[in-house]
């Protein structure tokens, strides 16, 4: 019998004569092959007629299972999830995407993928190193990928091949098998109270003093903050609402809802964040009433409360490099700015009832903000979500036994957010 052409399908002859064709297209809900059958009294009819099917399904858009590559499957599934994630999150699937998976895996069919394949990425990508560009002195290094970035890696992977074996493309999840490498807790820098301070008194006079004790007294995360605008704050400034958030996707800044329905909340604003704010509106208003008169106010009358001279938001990268810059001339602790997120978690879980505190952060689940905050701040309780700086750093009286409970109840967290 002769041998068939690669892609031209199982033909075989039938008893009463006829000559029988099969594509595979996908599986049954019970994981059987799903096949499309053609017939043809000649070998060559049928060969025709699989090639008309095949045409068919490319003209829809599909391919064919076993002529799919990891590589295209992905480009689909990138597809699929634009319309589910937050920009941010799909610029950064892509990324992984882009710059590991199709190198490593792209060329492998997807029904052709195991866990071996994925088992050698992993170790491969261990022995690779990231070149990293040092803005300071304006050279390149290079050092190991992490172990979490492999397992970020790792995880997207497992993701993408989930939804395959749910698009009835695989049967099982061969990345799912295989097991990531093991990275260190993660540990956030928390500032002490006197690193706290220091701080504070060294950015008295920076024009965005406001918004990093806005950080240090709600633990707004740093595109919230961002996200501001000036109608977000109540008329006496007791409170203000979060709608919104400031991104940084592809090298631009993108405006895009909270990370989460529970992101968008109204928090209440302790006495010297008042102080602050009313500051910052002050010079606000200078800024806007400058740039009308030269023309290059690119704004409403509804300005971004922390946004650059012109009206148009900060761009968060850069707002990230001026608090570098104000850690080094304070003398304090560089720490990330996310962690000024933490530095108030930690605190507050000592003192605010953790289902206050959760609502505050914009958690989705108190037990999950008591796995995330519990660092080496001791505890303490206390029921006022708006806490001023006295409040929030100094020393508690006895430790929040509760929320220490919790905690050892449903185990550690996730990488904090």
Not at 72 to 84: D, N, S, T
Request: hydrophobic content about 40%.
């Amino acid at each position: 019998m002769r041998r068939r052409a690669p892609g031209e399908g199982s033909i075989r002859k039938r008893k009463d004569g006829r000559w029988e064709g099969t594509i595979t297209v996908g599986h049954t809900d019970r994981g059987n092959p799903r096949r499309i059958f053609v017939y043809g009294r000649t070998r060559t009819q049928v060969v025709a007629k699989l090639e008309e099917k095949r045409g068919e399904i490319a003209s829809q858009g599909l391919v064919l299972p076993e002529a799919m590559t990891v590589a295209a499957f992905l480009a689909r599934w990138l597809e699929a999830k634009a319309r589910r994630v937050r920009p941010s999150t799909l610029t950064n699937y892509r990324e992984t995407v882009d710059r590991y998976l199709i190198p490593l895996v792209g060329h492998h069919r997807v029904q052709k993928l195991s866990a071996l394949h994925v088992n050698a990425m992993l170790t491969g990508l261990a022995a690779r190193t990231v070149t990293l560009a040092n803005q300071h002195v304006r050279r390149e290094t290079k050092r190991p990928i992490s172990t979490r970035l492999v397992r970020y890696i790792h995880s997207i992977l497992v993701m993408a091949l989930e939804d395959a074996v749910r698009w009835r493309l695989l049967r099982t999840n061969p990345a799912a098998a295989v097991e990531r490498p093991r990275a260190p807790k993660y540990r956030p820098a928390i500032w002490t109270g006197e690193e706290v301070r220091t701080f504070l008194a060294a950015a008295a006079d920076d024009r965005y003093f406001a918004a990093f004790l806005l950080m240090l007294v709600t633990g707004m995360r740093r595109g919230e903050l961002l996200g501001l605008r000036v109608s977000d704050l109540a008329a006496h400034l007791e409170e203000l609402t979060i709608r919104r958030s400031i991104s940084a996707i592809g090298g631009h800044s993108q405006v895009g809802e909270p990370k989460s329905e529970r992101g968008r909340r109204t928090m209440a604003l302790p006495a010297e964040a008042r102080v602050a704010l009313r500051v910052r509106l002050k010079q606000l208003a200078g800024e806007r009433e400058i740039a009308l008169e030269a023309g290059l106010w690119e704004d409403g009358e509804d300005p971004y409360l922390f946004g650059i001279a012109t009206g148009r938001p900060t761009d968060p990268r850069n707002f990230l490099r001026h608090f570098t810059g104000l850690c080094g001339r304070a003398g304090v602790r560089r720490i990330r700015l996310h962690d000024l997120r933490h530095t108030y978690g930690s605190h507050a879980i000592a003192r605010l009832a953790l289902p206050d505190l959760s609502a505050r952060l914009g958690h989705y689940d108190p037990a999950y903000t008591a796995s995330v905050y519990l660092h080496e701040v001791p505890g303490g309780q206390g029921r006022e979500a708006a806490l001023s700086l006295d409040q929030l750093l100094r020393k508690p009286k006895r430790a929040a036994v509760t929320v220490r409970s919790a905690s050892r109840q449903n185990g550690a967290g996730r990488k904090p957010n």
